[in-house]
C-alpha cells in the first residue's frame, strides 16, 4: 500500500508567498503527468520527511490533493546548499500499469573474497539507469562481491534478468572490478619518486666533478 501525503495547492506565486511557506514548514512543489495538467502545490516539509524514509527514493506516494488522490514518485528536488533544507520538489504522477525509467543505486554486499587478499574494489557504477512498472521499481539493486577474486569484474550482462527489471546500460559496462595491490604499489611509488631522476649505486646523487 502507498504511503498518503497531504498536499494543497498553490494560488500566490511570489517569491514573498514561497518564502512564507517554507517559514511556516511547507516545501512548494509541483506535480505532474502525461494524464494530469501540472498543479503547483505545497507540501508538509515533516510530512515530506517522513514519507521518503519509509517509501525511499523510487517509492509510490498516494497524493491527496484537496481530495483527489493521484500516485506519484519524486522525480526531482532541490536543496538549499548551505541550511541542506529542501527548497522545492517535483513529483510525477505515474500510471501503475506502466513502466517509467528510474535511477536506482547499487550497494555492493559482502566483502570480497579478493579485497581480504591485498586486492581494491573499484566501482564505476554507483546508479543504474532501469525500466519498469512504478510498484516494481527496487530501493536499490544489490550485487554480491563475496565470492569476486583479485582481477575478476562483475558487468551489467553478469547482474541482467535478476532483478526483474529491464536493466538500461549495455552489458560490457563494469559495475565494479578488484584490481591487484600490486597496482597501487606502483601507483604510490610512482608519485614519491619525480621523473627523470636516476638513482645510483649508492642511493645519493652524483657530485659533479671540478675543472
Known amino acids: 500500500m502507498s504511503t498518503v501525503l497531504q498536499a494543497k495547492q498553490r494560488t500566490e506565486f511570489k517569491n ?117 512498472k512504478p510498484g516494481d521499481i527496487p530501493p536499490a539493486i544489490e550485487v554480491d562481491i563475496t565470492n569476486l577474486q583479485v582481477g575478476e569484474t562483475i558487468s551489467i550482462g553478469d547482474i541482467k534478468g535478476q532483478y526483474g527489471v529491464h536493466i538500461n546500460h549495455d552489458e560490457e559496462e563494469t559495475i565494479v572490478s578488484i584490481l591487484p595491490p600490486k597496482q597501487e604499489e606502483e601507483i604510490n611509488s610512482g608519485e614519491e619518486q619525480e621523473p627523470g631522476t636516476p638513482d645510483n649505486e649508492e642511493g645519493r646523487e652524483t657530485e659533479p666533478s671540478e675543472g
Open 16 to 132: 514573498s508567498n514561497l518564502t512564507s511557506l517554507r517559514r511556516q514548514g511547507n516545501i512548494p512543489a509541483v506535480v505532474y503527468g502525461t494524464k494530469l495538467e501540472s498543479k503547483s502545490v505545497y507540501i508538509s516539509n515533516a510530512d515530506f520527511t517522513k514519507t521518503m524514509r519509509e517509501v525511499g527514493r523510487n517509492g509510490v506516494i498516494s497524493l491527496d490533493l484537496d481530495g483527489q488522490k493521484h500516485n506519484v514518485i519524486l522525480s526531482d528536488f532541490q536543496v538549499d546548499p548551505i541550511k541542506h533544507e529542501v527548497l522545492h520538489v517535483d513529483l510525477l504522477a505515474v500510471d501503475m500499469s506502466q513502466e517509467i525509467n528510474a535511477n536506482v543505486r547499487v550497494v555492493l554486499v559482502g566483502e570480497s573474497a579478493g579485497v581480504k587478499d591485498g586486492g581494491v574494489a573499484q566501482q564505476p557504477l554507483h546508479e543504474l539507469s532501469i525500466t519498469a
